[in-house]
């Protein structure tokens, strides 16, 4: 089954494009499209909330999500949270193959 992650990044007022610029430039996006089982990372700006960045991530299985989470890029972008972000949401969703 599909995995299909919608994550919502709450970030300290006026940093937004910060953060964004910090993880384009470690290449942790373009790692991230990279791996097995990615078909979908890409990151959205909300309209409404200028601190809010959105992500949305579509795997091939619950398995290339953990080898996703397992990676050192991973952890990377897990430090640039504690710099950045106060709050992250993630919405999981499976998706029944056809």
Same mark, same amino acid.
């Given at each position: 089954?599909?995995?299909?992650?919608?994550?919502?990044?709450?970030?300290?007022?006026?940093?937004?494009?910060?953060?964004?610029?910090?993880?384009?430039?470690?290449?942790?996006?373009?790692?991230?499209?990279?791996?097995?089982?990615?078909?979908?990372?890409?990151?959205?700006?909300? *309209?409404?909330?200028?601190?809010?960045?959105?992500?949305?991530?579509?795997?091939?299985?619950?398995?290339?999500?953990?080898?996703?989470?397992?990676? *050192?890029?991973?952890?990377?972008?897990?430090?640039?949270?504690?710099?950045?972000?106060?709050?992250?949401?993630?919405?999981?969703?499976?998706?029944?193959?056809?």
């Amino acid at each position: 089954m599909k995995r299909f992650v919608e994550v919502h990044y709450y970030i300290k007022d006026g940093k937004r494009d910060e953060f964004y610029n910090a993880i384009l430039e470690r290449g942790i996006a373009d790692a991230s499209r990279a791996e097995k089982g990615n078909e979908k990372y890409e990151y959205y700006f909300s *309209p409404e909330n200028e601190n809010e960045l959105l992500l949305i991530e579509l795997w091939s299985s619950a398995e290339a999500v953990e080898l996703h989470m397992a990676s *050192p890029h991973y952890k990377e972008l897990g430090e640039l949270k504690k710099e950045y972000v106060t709050d992250t949401v993630f919405t999981r969703y499976e998706i029944p193959e056809d």
